[in-house]
């Protein structure tokens, strides 16, 4: 992936909208002393380049009993890898999918609000999925920290 | 090489000024809806949001301060995590022994390199995800500072080698 260099109004743009980011550029450009004009072209540069996006996050709270589950995956040939990897990606319920080096092939989370839930979807999503072999999975009881500051931009 | 420490933007200031959010208020549609739009796109002005979701823009106004105001959904920024330049990127089991998991878990939590602590029953007792510069920092933070936490018994690593997704939509606010 190419990189472009960030300076400090960069990080400090990105750190404003860390916080709040449906303030606009005007504001931000009062705060920093800047014209808006400004603070729209390097924010259009930070998004094109997907250094960052800018998205709602929903307070966990909302639901009734979350849990992270950790699904810890083996396909069943070393050539099954990355199109399994590409299909958890592409299930709107899997908000992280990872080939792994250790533990196991692929990791993909999913949150769920009970048992019965992560075993349909287990079931009747995951099983069904061409070369899983084998599913292990971890259940994340007390979600103690996520810093959402941070994702994964893909193309 | 020292340790990248992005800078502490979620202060105690600003999240103790929230009010917290009944936990599981049904939300109503209009709200679902609004979300969903900033899911896609978090910079959509008010007016172009109101247009796509057709009501008026007063009240995707007041409807979007009130879930900001009762902390129910945050609109924010979000860095890639390779574009920050962390290369190595692990998935870490713990196993924790004479303390509690929830207590070795606040301590992982204090570190800005671990970016995600759960408490977990399977495997091991703790999940966390711990992003660095390159493999010697990854070493550093495993080797010198994890296995040192009170109460960290074994660390069970393994590199996510390609992150296909990562969009955290649900959060701890």
């Known amino acids: 992936m190419t990189r472009i260099p960030l300076d400090d109004l960069d990080q400090k743009i990105i ?78 319920e899997i908000t992280f999918v990872s080939t792994m080096l250790g533990r196991a092939d692929v990791l993909a989370m999913t949150l769920v609000e009970n048992g019965s839930q992560l075993t349909d979807f287990l079931h009747q999503t995951i099983d069904k999925i061409p070369g899983v072999r084998r599913v292990r999975y971890s259940l994340g009881q007390n979600f103690i920290k996520h810093d959402f500051r941070y994702c994964v931009l893909v193309n | 090489m020292a340790t990248k420490k992005p800078k502490k933007i979620n202060g105690e200031d600003a999240s103790s000024a929230r009010t917290p959010a009944p936990p599981h208020a049904v ?51 979000m860095r890639d995590i390779t574009a920050m330049g962390f290369n190595a990127i692990a998935a870490v089991g713990v196993q924790v022994k004479g303390r509690s998991a929830n207590d070795v878990g606040a301590d992982l939590a204090k570190i800005e390199n671990v970016i995600t602590v759960n408490v977990t029953i399977g495997m091991y007792d703790l999940e966390a995800q711990v992003v660095a510069n390159d493999i010697e920092e990854l ?13 960290v018994e074994r660390l069970f690593p ?11 939509e649900w959060a701890p606010l």
């Open chain 1, 15 to 92: 750190d404003r909208l860390s916080r709040d980011a449906r303030v606009s550029n005007r504001e931000i450009g009062r705060e920093f002393g800047l014209t808006e004009g400004t603070i729209r072209s390097r924010l259009k540069r930070l998004l094109d380049n997907k250094v960052i996006r800018v998205a709602a996050v929903t307070n966990a709270n909302r639901l009734k009993n979350p849990f992270l589950a950790y699904l810890w995956i083996e396909a069943d040939t070393a050539g099954d890898i990355q199109a399994l990897a590409e299909r958890l990606a592409s299930l709107p």
């Open chain 2, 27 to 77: 939300l109503e549609p209009i709200d679902e809806k609004i979300i969903a739009a900033l899911r896609q796109s978090g910079r959509i002005a008010n007016r172009d949001l109101a247009r796509l979701i057709d009501v008026n823009e007063a009240t995707v106004r007041t409807r979007l301060r009130k879930l900001e105001a009762t902390n129910a959904v945050r609109v924010v920024a």
């Open chain 2, 139 to 151: 070493d550093r933070l495993l080797t010198d500072v994890i296995a040192h936490i009170e109460g």
């Open chain 2, 158 to 168: 393994g590199l996510s080698m390609k992150i296909l997704k990562y969009n955290p």
